[in-house]
């Protein structure tokens, strides 16, 4: 069950906006619109920030987007803020009725 | 408030077994679908298992298929992973997680598999 590829890292200075791509197959992103991201500071419990491609849960900032296109999705941070710093994890449901990650990218706020 | 609360880690010897345990608060826990996640000290998420709202459908990663077991007591808003077997390369954080689509998370247990 390969994961997902994520970049490794992405960077961006305040204010400005950042993507990061999440890239799988026709059998796992491609197949449904079960595409989540969870966002992880260093030494704490990852947090869902976007469900069903492009949901956003209720107290999560809309400076945060999520969209998807063919195999690939993708995570849209505007606004770029320091406290945005840390890890982001994407998922996607997969055929098997099993679900996979990516290896994670981790943010860095200039 | 909603919260989740994983016990049972700890360490073992390899080969040997360890049951964890999640309770749960502040919902319907009968209404959820219910995973673990793992994830190594400094390494990425990796998804483990899930159970069905009633535990009538179970689904596991290959790299604990047959060797772990999730299970659920909706009577006691908790769910379980019994994991045999176990390697050195099941030392992880393991999670257990409200869905992959509604959250939250809980804190960890941390498991140590090592002689």
């Known amino acids: 069950q390969s994961a997902l590829t994520q970049p490794a890292s992405v960077s961006g200075s305040p204010g400005q906006s950042i993507t990061i791509s999440c890239t799988g197959t026709s059998g796992d992103v491609g197949a449904y619109n079960y595409v989540s991201w969870y966002q992880q500071h260093p030494g704490k419990v990852p947090k869902l920030i976007i469900y069903?491609?492009?949901e956003r849960p209720s107290g999560i900032s809309n400076r945060f987007s999520g969209s998807k296109s063919g195999n690939t999705a993708s995570l849209t941070i505007s606004g770029l803020q320091a406290e945005d710093e840390g890890d982001y994890y994407c998922?996607?449901?997969?055929?098997?009725?099993?679900?996979?990650f990516g290896a994670g990218t981790k943010l860095t706020v200039l | 408030e909603v919260q989740l609360v994983e016990s049972g880690g700890g360490l073992v010897q390899p080969g040997g077994s360890l049951r964890l345990s999640c309770a749960a608060s502040?919902?319907?826990?009968?209404?959820?679908?219910m995973h673990w996640v793992r994830q190594v000290p400094g390494k990425g998420l990796v998804w483990v298992s899930q159970s069905s709202t009633d535990g009538s459908v179970t689904t596991y990663a290959d790299s604990v298929k047959g060797r772990f077991t999730i299970s659920r007591d909706n009577a006691r808003d908790t769910v379980y992973l019994q994991m045999n077997s176990l390697t050195a390369e099941d030392t992880a954080v393991y999670y257990c997680?409200?869905?992959?689509?509604?959250?939250?998370w809980g804190q960890g247990t941390l498991v140590t598999v090592s002689s």
């Open positions: 997680t409200r869905g992959m689509r509604v959250g939250p």
């Open positions: 502040g919902f319907t826990f009968s209404n959820y679908w």
């Open positions: 998922a996607s449901y997969r055929a098997s009725n099993t679900w996979v």
């Open positions: 069903d491609v492009s």
